[in-house]
């Protein structure tokens, strides 16, 4: 990786990015989990999905809609100088998996925000992670008014694998948002470390 | 513009829709020959002779502008597009173009393979743990 380059006066730094993506049904938080900790207000971004980007696309009952605005919030965190970090909240519908492919190229882990009252909202997002081989994590966002569940439940109901950290947040929380993102690069790391055992053993 | 005082049956501003298509920005092209390297956190990095980019007639306004806010500080493509207001697919051809003529340079992302490198994720964790 190229860190500045060598020029006459004060080279720029130009920093190394990273990405984690934030999943989850239509209003779990994502945004509001975005926003928690990062240094912009959230931003969003928009594709439009065309004819030639919809090959796993059922577009049923709206032959004659030719494009859709697939948009997805993001925001930044400079962890230093050198080293930035955004967070993409996924598009909500399943149609939009496309965008996802490519969200989820080069994205250091994710994390699938769930809320227990409809809990087979993040179903998708979780087999999706599973199946890609991105390491993962199961934030419940705690929402004022749901029931609280232990965590030994959540799993069982998500039919997750031991592996897969579970753990309780509350998506408004700076320091509980944090807390979930550090969650999910160190299970990168774990997974990262077990995978490269399985390679050389 | 109409005001007649009328407006209710009127789009104004943005409810009216984009004045310009977005891919008339591109001329109509959806792919540039660096497009495979623009991933959304691509940055976009303004190249020090880039203030000549205001004065160069084969540049677009849009370029012109996606040249400022890079020379302020390099700028993923994804911050591109939310800046610009411009769909994702445009910027990648309109920062392609710059590439092309050498007002700024992309930095890839971490590549995949280096994502399991232990020193980068703990430098992710301290940066977290100290927000």
């Known amino acids: ?201 | 513009m109409s005001t007649d005082g009328q407006g209710s049956s009127h789009w104004f501003d943005d409810e009216a829709g984009p004045v310009v298509r977005p891919y008339a920005m591109t001329r109509g092209r959806t792919t540039s020959a660096v497009q495979h390297r623009l991933d959304l956190i691509a940055l976009v990095v303004a190249e020090p002779h880039a203030d000549e980019a205001e004065a160069d007639p084969s540049l677009s306004p849009e370029h012109v502008h996606i040249v400022d806010l890079c020379r302020e500080a390099p700028q993923s493509v994804a911050e591109l597009s939310a800046g610009l207001d411009l769909p994702i697919g445009v910027v990648r051809v309109l920062v392609g173009d710059l590439v092309d003529t050498e007002y700024v340079h992309v930095n890839r992302p971490v590549p995949p393979a280096e994502l399991v490198d232990v020193s980068i994720l703990r430098d992710v964790i301290n940066g977290l743990r100290a927000l």
């Not at chain 1, 004819?51 to 230093?80: C, N, Q, S, W, Y």
Request: hydrophobic fraction near 40%.
């Open chain 1, 1 to 201: 990786m190229i860190l500045g380059r060598p020029e006459r006066g004060k080279p720029p730094v130009e920093p190394v990015t990273l990405k984690i993506l934030v999943a989850g049904g239509f209003g779990v938080g994502k945004t509001t989990l975005v926003g928690a900790v990062s240094e912009i207000r959230p931003l969003r971004t928009e594709e439009y999905l065309t004819e030639a980007g919809r090959p796993i696309d059922d577009l049923t009952g709206v032959e004659r809609k030719h494009t859709t605005t697939v948009a997805m919030d993001f925001g930044r965190i400079t962890l230093r100088e050198d080293l930035v970090l955004y967070l993409f909240g996924t598009p909500g519908q399943e149609r939009f998996w496309f965008m996802w492919d490519e969200l989820s190229e080069g994205a250091l882990g994710a994390v699938v925000l769930a809320d227990t009252r409809r809990l087979e909202d993040c179903f998708a997002a979780v087999d999706y992670f599973e199946r890609r081989d991105i390491p993962f994590l199961i934030g419940v966002n705690c929402f004022e008014g749901a029931d609280r569940y232990p965590v030994a439940d959540v799993r069982g109901a998500l039919d997750l694998d031991d592996d897969i950290p579970v753990i309780l947040c509350d998506a408004r929380d700076r320091r509980s948002v944090r807390d979930v993102l550090v969650g999910v690069v160190q299970h990168a790391m774990d997974y990262g470390t077990e995978r490269r055992q399985t390679v050389t053993t």
